[in-house]
């Protein structure tokens, strides 16, 4: 049962990645396994590889590799026998791309995790526009993305995106976990918002 109050979520855990964790994590099945330990919760590898469509070997080994740099930790509460569950040790990962200027290694690596977040998007888009007919009118107007064009300095930039984040993150302190089974409001959804910005390279169209 639903509480009367709803009581905020606590601040998310994050990691600034370092040099070894970026070349760790630029690997397609590792990211996808953080993502659904983050999304859904702790799972065991036999879970998590049903969960993505691969094997348990395969799954387990790319865990212990996370394991390995502190992005995944075993859920020793939840283990039993030869059964080990795992959990995401963090819920945000950042990095600014010029941590890794020095290492041309981790640099590649996070090229590849920023080439895989914009897959991530073009995927998600081509799914919503290939079902949007199946959602409420609400919900088709409220979904979307738009742009908008501006001229400014580098430190204007980065306050335009730490303000916008601070909201997301006030948004985020204020709902539902994602795999929460049953939501107080019975029309809310999972949704996933993706913040963007980049360099009008050819001018505006």
Known sequence: ?????????????????????????????????VGALRVN??????TLAELLGTNTGATSY????????????????????RQRWWQATHDVTSWEPSDFDDDPDARAAIEWIQGDQVRLLVEHAERWFATQ??????????????????????ERLEALKTEVWQVLERYHREAEPVDTAEPADPQARPVQVFLAAYPLLDGPR
């Not at 009118?137 to 742009?147: C, I, N, S, T």
Request: glycine fraction near 8%; charged fraction near 25%; avoid cysteine.
């Open 133 to 154: 007919h199946e959602w409420s009118p609400a919900w088709r107007d409220a979904f979307g993305m738009g742009d908008i064009f501006l001229t400014v300095p580098p």
């Open 1 to 33: 049962m639903a509480n009367d109050e709803a009581t905020p979520r606590p601040a998310p855990r994050e990691v600034r990645i370092d040099k070894r964790q970026a070349r760790v994590l630029a690997h397609p099945l590792r990211m996808r396994l």
């Open 62 to 81: 790319h865990l212990r590799q996370l394991a390995e740099v502190g992005l995944v930790t075993e859920d020793a509460d939840r283990g039993s026998g």
């Open 41 to 46: 919760g702790p799972a065991t590898a036999t």
